[in-house]
């Protein structure tokens, strides 16, 4: 069973950046399609970004779009989010998961953007 563990975030002025990292350990993610999703106080968990196994082809949400930056590194089983100029909306927990068919959930990482 894979395990997914969370790190970089904390409390950033907007305007700031971030750069949270996924470490997977008990298998390998290489063959697998990976996301961060993020889940603000009283609201739902939501996709961010995407990112193929193996061309590495990306996809954001429109609200990250131009800001935000997932990346890969298979031979260290991690996934990376680089978040620049950081807004207080996107104050939340952050999660990566496989995509489309998420497993157990880390438990994620807390980023609070002040204004």
């Known amino acids: 069973q894979v395990q997914l563990v969370e790190s970089g975030g904390g409390l950033v002025q907007a305007g700031g950046s971030l750069r949270l990292a996924c470490a997977a350990s008990g298998r390998t993610v290489n063959n697998w399609a990976m996301g961060w999703f993020r889940q603000a106080p009283g609201k739902e968990r939501e996709l961010v970004a995407t990112?193929?196994?193996?061309?590495?082809?990306?996809n954001y949400a429109d609200s990250v779009k131009g800001r935000f930056t997932i990346s890969r590194d298979n031979a260290k089983n991690t996934v990376f989010l680089q978040m620049n100029n950081l807004k207080p909306e996107d104050t939340a927990v952050y999660y990566c998961n496989r995509f489309p068919a998420p497993v157990n959930w880390g438990q994620g990482t807390q980023v609070t953007v002040s204004s």
């Open positions: 990112i193929t196994s193996v061309e590495s082809i990306t």
